[in-house]
């Protein structure tokens, strides 16, 4: 393959997401600078954001911080400052980033952090959420709520037992939030909010479901990310549901028009694991230069399952709050049932392979990730590619290494394509 | 430097036990219970009282230690994936967990957790049960909710037992592990005190055969063991009273235990093999058995990097543990690729800096078999200590 077409699928949301999270940052400087509103720190796997936002509080998420750094690329030099501190080499260079942020001042290029009124450690699946919080609650002394979320480990689902623990968990999150911010929790509000959630996530759920077409109308794993922003930042608000409404007519637009984000879509592969957000563009253009276009990626449902059938309910806030963090995302499934997230998304999106990007930092991710090839490659034939590097650390990603993993993966692709019988690429 | 020691008839059993064949105990046990079944028991902790309490065997499930090569495992698990893990598999993969009909796993680290998730494709055979522990034990909920999770646990394990785990049993399996954990204590209280007549790597050898062994048959072996290791004498040396943290999962080599004491400390306590000695008191025994254990693991069982409290910061256990014992140094013997150590280190040290604590951080894999290096740094610790 020679120099192809580079990536140049940017529309509409893509501005407008740079709006919208310009915006959400600058609320973020504001509120570090009077104090106010209080910040309440949160993780994005399944959390109650719509809880916190009917107290008027910030939501503010270490995750969303540590991404931006590394995709503008300055994550290296807090990353060190952590391991300086006696953080390993081995630890998750998220929190490392974030840790090392914190004890910079807190200040990046595209926004102050504010300190937190509020560590809330919703503990929905990732373990190492457990320590990364613990430690932000050991050096900002900020009060914490340890929301434990049970994982889905019977073969049935979630258990009654798990969904009244936690919602009566919520309950206790709630007086917190009460005491933090000296009001009273406007129900009536909690339910609007949920409804701003349940058309939002509505959105997202239909442009996902898009992009089974051929062409795929965007990547559902290079596109997808910019969606997530204001998925997660927003979700709850007026603004956020615009820009899903939005979002949905572009994408819509260009399904009915055949546009894909290349000018030429030869190959529709699944992904699974986080993206390196140091080498995004490179590890982009990777795929790009192959014409091969994501057409789902587990990814983007690490904050929800929207596409298989979720929303909140704002009939009933506290249980479906409850329910999005027990079981309507992917990060508090076992890996059997994201097996089978994978062969839906195989299947039902029409791919011709499926990669894995092994990332070191998140074992939530990656751990087993040899035994997930092994099924999909060898117990269900589909053609598995498996690489690995890092979310957050650039020391991990080598270019040249990952080029030629790709490039003899497509390769063997077309071959298998030419000649059906000629079994290239078992 | 070390005074050699005769072994009781215990400890040298209990050696044997370790260093044979693995799961040979099991299959003994199997041998004299036809039917009998087997539940191996991955770090840090299960509830051992309802496996008893079944008519099960609790097994540790504690790897492959430094003689199982990975062949087959490191396909599955990548290259940044802890050893204990990958060695489990490698002994699944490889046939040697035939013996066992059960497998429970824990919320501990999302490596552990996948691994759960492997098995259960990969051995169909086997019973797979994975438990979910409180992780907000500030919270009222916290108890109802564990004892809705141990009755799970409990209907599981009589399924596989093929018969009911009523409460009667529940309260006896109790009862007998607390006179278990009871002499554990003594083993250990005995090797603060004395640590010149009882080395740290022998008391893990007598505490690590019980986890090969039916209880009734490893409590004679303590009872025997704390009869006779009183009347040995010993000469108290010149070595640095030192608490061990960080290896709670993941089992450091017994030969590297006996290093680091023969490079000159006295190891007065450790959280090897934690979760069998998870309870500071004995648990209730009247009541209902099920909030006895649950009540028991919120509110009196030990600190640990994969349970988290938000009533109060780990770090201020560790240097508690120190003062009370009169440490003068902590030595982090953390696994490599282990998250949970692996930051409850960061915290720690700050912890013990801010007190003038000394400490020194080693990292060992369960494969290892050459210490010379790791004894040396040991070495020169300990010399900058006396020395100074």
């Not at chain 2, 799961?23 to 902790?45: D, L, M, Q, S």
């Not at chain 2, 093999?273 to 500071?280: I, N, S």
Request: aromatic share 10%.
């Amino acid at each position: 393959m020679s120099e192809a077409p580079k990536t140049s699928y940017q529309g509409r949301i893509h501005l407008l997401q740079k709006e919208l999270m310009g915006e959400y940052y600058d609320a973020l400087t504001e509120a570090s600078q009077a104090a106010a509103p209080p910040a309440a720190y949160m993780l994005i796997s399944g959390n109650p954001v719509e809880l916190v936002r009917a107290f008027g509080m910030l939501p503010v998420y270490p995750e969303v911080n540590a991404l931006q750094i590394a995709v503008k690329k300055q994550a290296l030099p807090y990353i060190l400052k952590a391991e300086e501190l006696g953080y390993s080499v081995d630890n998750c260079a998220y929190v490392k980033a974030d840790i090392g942020l914190y004890f910079s001042g807190r200040t990046t290029p595209f926004g102050v952090i504010p300190e937190p009124a509020l560590i809330l450690c919703n503990y929905v699946g990732c373990n190492v959420y457990l320590n990364w919080f613990e430690h932000l609650r050991e050096y900002t002394g900020a009060e914490i709520f340890a929301l434990d979320i049970p994982f889905v480990r019977d073969p049935a689902g979630v258990r009654p037992e798990d969904v009244q623990y936690v919602v009566a968990q919520l309950r206790e999150l709630i007086a917190v939030c009460e005491r933090l911010t000296g009001r009273a929790l406007d129900w009536e509000y909690l339910r609007h909010i949920c409804r701003l959630s349940a058309r939002t996530g509505e959105l997202w759920a239909q442009i996902k479901h898009l992009t089974k077409h051929t062409p795929c109308p965007l990547d559902a794993y290079f596109d997808a990310v910019t969606l997530m922003g204001p998925l997660y930042c927003l979700r709850g608000t007026e603004a956020g549901l615009r820009f899903f409404e939005e979002a949905y007519r572009e994408v819509q637009e260009r399904t009915q028009l055949g546009l894909g984000p290349l000018p030429q879509e030869r190959f529709r592969f699944v992904i699974e694991g986080p993206p390196p957000w140091p080498y995004l563009r490179t590890f982009r253009d990777q795929f790009s230069r192959w014409g091969a276009v994501a057409v789902a990626s587990t990814y983007s449902t690490v904050g929800g399952l929207w596409e298989f059938g979720f929303a909140h309910d704002p009939e009933r806030p506290l249980e479906s709050i409850a329910m999005h963090m027990l079981y309507w995302n992917l990060t508090n499934r076992d890996l059997l049932r994201r097996y089978d997230q994978i062969r839906r998304y195989v299947q039902e999106w029409n791919a011709d392979a499926l990669v894995i990007h092994s990332v070191k930092s998140c074992r939530l991710f990656s751990a087993g990730q040899g035994d997930m090839r092994e099924y999909f490659s060898k117990e269900l034939g589909v053609p598995t590619l498996l690489v690995e590097s890092d979310l957050e650390d650039p020391r991990y990603f080598s270019e040249a290494q990952m080029r030629n993993r790709i490039d003899a993966f497509f390769e063997a692709l077309e071959h298998r394509r030419l000649d059906p019988a000629g079994g290239a690429g078992r | 430097m070390a005074v050699p020691m005769v072994e009781t008839d215990a400890s040298a059993r209990c050696r044997e036990i370790i260093e044979g064949e693995p799961f040979a105990a099991v299959e003994r046990w199997k041998g004299t219970h036809p039917g009998g079944k087997a539940v191996g028991c991955y770090p840090v902790y299960s509830p051992v009282e309802l496996v008893h309490a079944a008519g099960l065997l609790p097994v540790g499930l504690l790897g492959g230690g430094n003689r199982i090569e990975i062949a087959h495992a490191d396909a599955r698990f990548q290259s940044f994936i802890c050893s204990i893990v990958k060695s489990t598999l490698e002994l699944g993969l490889t046939g040697q967990l035939s013996v066992l009909d059960g497998v429970l796993f824990h919320s501990i680290c999302d490596p552990a957790r996948n691994l759960a998730s492997v098995f259960a494709r990969n051995f169909p055979q086997l019973r797979v049960e994975y438990i979910h522990y409180p992780q907000n034990l500030a919270s009222p909920q916290a108890v109802t909710y564990l004892i809705s999770e141990l009755q799970r646990v409990r209907g599981a394990l009589s399924e596989l037992a093929g018969q009911p785990v009523d409460d009667g049993a529940l309260r006896e399996s109790i009862a007998l592990y607390n006179r278990w954990r009871r002499r554990i204590e003594d083993l250990y209280r005995l090797r603060r005190t004395s640590p010149e007549i009882l080395p740290a790597s022998e008391s893990y050898a007598l505490l690590r055969a019980g986890t090969m062994l039916p209880v009734e048959e490893h409590l004679a072996i303590l009872d025997d063991a704390l009869a006779r290791i009183p009347s040995r004498t010993g000469k108290r040396q010149d070595r640095i009273r030192v608490v061990v943290e960080g290896a709670f999962c993941e089992q450091p080599p017994l030969d590297l235990i006996a290093g680091i004491e023969e490079a000159g400390c006295y190891l007065l306590d450790d959280d090897l093999l934690l979760g069998w000695r998870w309870f500071t008191g004995p648990l209730p025994g009247d009541g209902d058995p099920l909030l006895a254990l649950a009540r028991s693991y919120i509110d009196r069982s030990v600190y640990c990097g994969t349970k988290h409290d938000v009533r109060e910061p780990k770090a201020a256990h560790l240097v508690r543990r120190v003062r009370e014992l009169q440490a003068d140094a902590v030595i982090f013997l953390c696994a490599k690729f282990c998250e949970p150590a692996l930051f409850d280190y960061a915290l720690y040290r700050r912890a013990l800096e801010a007190e003038s604590i000394p400490h020194l951080f080693l990292e060992f894999e369960e494969k290892m078999w050459i210490f010379d290096r790791m004894r040396g740094e040991v070495e020169t610790f300990v010399e900058s200590m006396l020395f100074r």
